[in-house]
């Protein structure tokens, strides 16, 4: 990653272009220089305590010199053999950090995959003392169709909706909280945006995506790939299906013993597949039609289980009726956002509102016509709010459409908010 100015890091200067890396390790093209001392140990602590990453992979995904590395590793004390307890009750699961290709095979089909889309999920076989890490990355979501077209991709394979205009999206971050829960917000340019809720249980890993209606056409065709890659897991690493066992919406793969498995399933399933060359298992679903200024959601599933009856596991699964339980937004609390945006007295009818939190999480929606919007799914809290678009051809002020320096504030509490906003063009 180039640096344009002198910087100062850990006591070691950094110049422009220079790689400082004697390890021969080259950062990767997307990789990411953590931004804080509180950054740089959690994911310090992330690849070297929980994935059990080299040196040559941390700058891989960092961009970090060996030097750089060896001083923040004695400076926080970051030991392999010395990692943070996990989580009691609950499976352990963390963001995963780049800088190891979570792929064996079919690399082309998955070039500079990006890191905010995917989790690790540690193995209930995983040995934190071990050299070697047990664990299967998931991407959630890793690709999503609509009638536009691939709206979104979580790596560059082929050309979405965007890359065909011009557009990058800006790289993000899981949320994560005290019970282990991670969160992603995405909001794409046009208004679509989606909520990924990842929530870790004793014996399973929930997980859900909302995608709200932003744009002002009915969203169609909604088709989502989320896939569980295998190479961290040992024992399921052959580039075969011979393995795999598929009962819509359940697909699972067994080790050689054929009594260990990983499970995964998404409601509403719209297929159950694997790819032997990469290898992964998919269970993708389909969101319902989606009018502008509503919400649909899809429901995910990810477990492990030792034994020989998997139609049996399956079947106890199903008992759970999984799909009808909450992930973190519970329907109880629910929060719901409406309003419109005018300016000068007259509706804002080119542009969208954005709702950020203090850490970073953000909701968002495209206005109609009438500059009415709606959003739902909202955390209680403070929210900075920024405002985008256009009158008569020209932007409106940095004072409202900045995240940065809009002075626009709101609380949001739960139940019912209705939030209007009269903006001055000037």
Known sequence: MPFKKRLVVLGIVVLSGLCLAVNGAEPAANARRPTSDASLRRWLENMVCHHRFSDEEITAA??????????????????????????????HVVPYPGGRHPRIGFLDGAVDPQRETKISVFTPWDDPQSD????????????????????????????????????????????????GRLTLDRLLPNGIAFHTTIVPQPDHVRMSITLTNGTDELLTDLRVQNCVMLK???????????????????????????????????????????????????????????????????????????????????????????????????DADAIHVSGTITVNGRPLTD????????????????????????????????????????????????????????????????????????????
Do not use: M
């Open 62 to 91: 960092t961009g970090l010199s060996a030097e750089e590395i060896a001083a923040a590793k004695a400076r926080f004390h970051i030991d392999p053999k010395a990692a943070p307890a996990r989580p009691e009750g609950r499976l």
């Open 132 to 179: 070697r890490a047990d664990y299967v990355v998931v991407d959630v979501p890793e690709a999503l169709w609509s009638n536009l077209g691939l709206t979104y991709l979580a790596h560059t394979h082929v050309p979405t909706v965007w890359t065909k205009r011009g557009i990058d999206l800006d790289p993000l971050e899981w949320q994560t909280t005290e019970d």
């Open 232 to 330: 961290g897991a040992e024992g399921f690493t052959e580039q075969s299906n011979a393995h795999n066992v598929t009962r819509l919406p359940y697909v699972a793969r067994h080790d050689p013993s054929g009594t260990r498995w990983i499970i995964t399933a998404w409601l509403p399933a719209h297929r159950a597949w694997a790819n032997e060359k990469c290898p992964c298992l998919h269970s993708d679903p389909r969101f319902e039609d989606c009018p502008p200024g509503e919400t649909r959601r899809i429901d995910g599933w990810l477990s492990f289980y030792e034994g020989t009856d998997i139609q049996g596991e399956f079947d106890r699964i199903d008992a759970t009726e999984w799909w009808r339980t909450e992930t973190p937004r519970q």
């Open 351 to 426: 542009g969208a509102i954005v709702f950020q939190l203090p850490n970073g999480q953000f909701f968002g929606s495209r206005l109609r016509d009438n500059g009415q919007f709606t959003i739902d799914g909202l955390a209680e809290g403070e929210y900075a709010i920024s405002i985008a678009g256009s009158v008569d051809g020209q932007p409106l002020p940095e004072k409202y459409s900045s995240p940065d320096n809009s002075l626009l504030r709101v609380t949001i509490s739960p139940g019912e908010n209705v939030i209007t906003f009269d903006l001055d063009s000037r």
